[in-house]
């Protein structure tokens, strides 16, 4: 062989090493190293929606289904009138009172505090009616709130002689659509006419809960709107044969959870209502805890009740999920109580009192679950009997809030897993400060006159959102 052939042969040999070598490298790299990829990132701005002027609602005055002769019993008429307080951080807000339910005059109103500057103002009303009038006797206070999507009414009956009537208010300018979902005792309830119900713009409707179920011991209505925001409450009066027992509006309850705070529950004149027990027709007239279980399972809760001196009880009772409970509570002695309700799983809670007065008259309460408060709170008083301001705290770690009712500024310290009392007069406005994750209630306690509702804190406000074409 050649010198010339050995070299060729040699350089190909070699060429054959070097390829194998590089196709080694490259499948070996393929296989370790990450490939290239083409990605393309959406161009994103950030927004920051314009503050929006505060709203609060007031339900207006007290409703029958009939007339003061007793005709027309499928029209709302007005019994009185509600008398309304407001206040706002700023001192600038208007009141507009939109149609009555089927042209009624109870005159339900939207309080209206503008943005000043950019800045978004606290504000704050509230409602309260004594009423005697034939069968509708008792003493009604709720908060003006602000209008939702969702609220959940833990209260009402159909029983004979109890008339629960669902009032849907809508300060908006576009039409409301409305869709209640209904839970008792035996479970879910259907019936025509429980979706779609629309109400008009800046108007009132009112819904008798009656024409979907009769028979409905403990119903809890969780009330959805489509379109424009809605303010929902429930007002249910009593007749015992021919004697009126009591009335009460209804307000909005925290939605589920798994720790629900009930304060101001008001016990009072409790030997006159074991004496009025033992009639077969009173039997609503018992203490009792309403909880719904909006889940298909089941729970063994826990219940603490206390006043703010720490006088109470703590039990457990088994509720049925997709089902509502009335646990009745006895023994208790006379004062405001908070019911902290600890569960498994998510409940909605309310609470449901009763008094005799001392010429015989009877009226009825129902307090609602309270959300954690957050961010400064205002709160305004309405008229009414014996008004009190209740704080709990249902954590273990003690919440220094600052109140402030007029011109008198205090420190209140809230032990972890206890209540505490803000004395307070009618018509009082109180700012709520540095107290997130308390929660807060309003009760009156009178002869004969009884209510409570709970505070709420302002739903949050504009935020900045990305948005993407």
Known sequence: MTDRRIASTA????????????????????????????RTVPAGQLVTPDPVDQQRVCAGGLLRLSDAEGQQATTASSVGSASGVRASSTGDDTVDVVAG?????????????????????????????????????????????????????VGGSTETGRVSLITLVNPTD??????????????????????????????????????????????????????????????????????????DVVSGSAGPSTTAVVPGIVVRGSEALEQALSEATTSDLQSVLRVAVPGDESAEVTVDLATDDGTGTTFSTRVEGGRVTDVPVDGLEDGVYTATVSSPVPVVVG???????????????????????????????????????????????????????????????????????????????????????????????????????????????????????
Do not use: K
Request: glycine share 10%; aromatic share 2%.
């Open 11 to 38: 350089g190909r040999i070699a060429l054959g090493v070097a390829a194998v070598a590089v196709a080694a490298v490259c499948v070996t790299a393929a296989t370790t190293l990450p490939l290239p990829t083409l």
């Open 101 to 153: 339910a089927d042209g009624s005059g109870s005159d339900p109103a939207v309080v209206t505090a503008p943005v000043v500057d950019g800045e978004v103002p606290l504000v704050a009303a509230a409602q309260s009616q004594a009423v005697d009038s034939d069968d509708l006797v008792g003493f009604a206070s709720s908060p003006c709130a602000e209008p939702t999507s969702s609220t959940w009414l």
């Open 174 to 247: 576009v039409n409301a659509t409305v869709d209640l979902g209904i839970t008792a005792e035996t479970g879910e309830v259907q019936g025509p006419g429980i979706d779609g119900i629309v109400i008009a713009p800046r108007s009132q409707r009112v819904v008798p809960l009656s024409g979907f179920a009769t028979g409905l011991l403990s119903p809890v209505v969780h009330v959805q709107s489509r379109g424009g925001l809605v303010v929902a409450t429930l007002q249910q009066s009593v007749v015992r044969t021919l004697d009126p027992g009591g009335v």
């Open 351 to 469: 609470a449901r009192t009763s008094t005799v007065s001392e010429d015989g008259a009877i009226d009825l309460s129902w307090a609602s679950s309270a959300s954690a408060l957050r961010g400064d709170t205002l709160v305004r008083v309405p008229e009414g009997p014996g008004p009190r301001l209740t704080l709990s705290n249902p954590s273990r770690d003690v919440v220094t809030a600052t109140a402030v009712v007029g011109d008198d500024e205090r420190e209140v310290e809230v032990p972890g897993g206890s209540t505490v009392t803000v004395e307070v007069a009618q018509r009082d406005v109180v700012e709520l400060r540095d107290a997130d994750g308390l929660r807060a209630g309003v009760s009156f306690d009178g002869d004969g006159a009884i209510a409570a509702w709970s505070v709420a804190s302002p739903l949050p406000a504009s935020t900045p959102v990305t948005v993407y074409p």
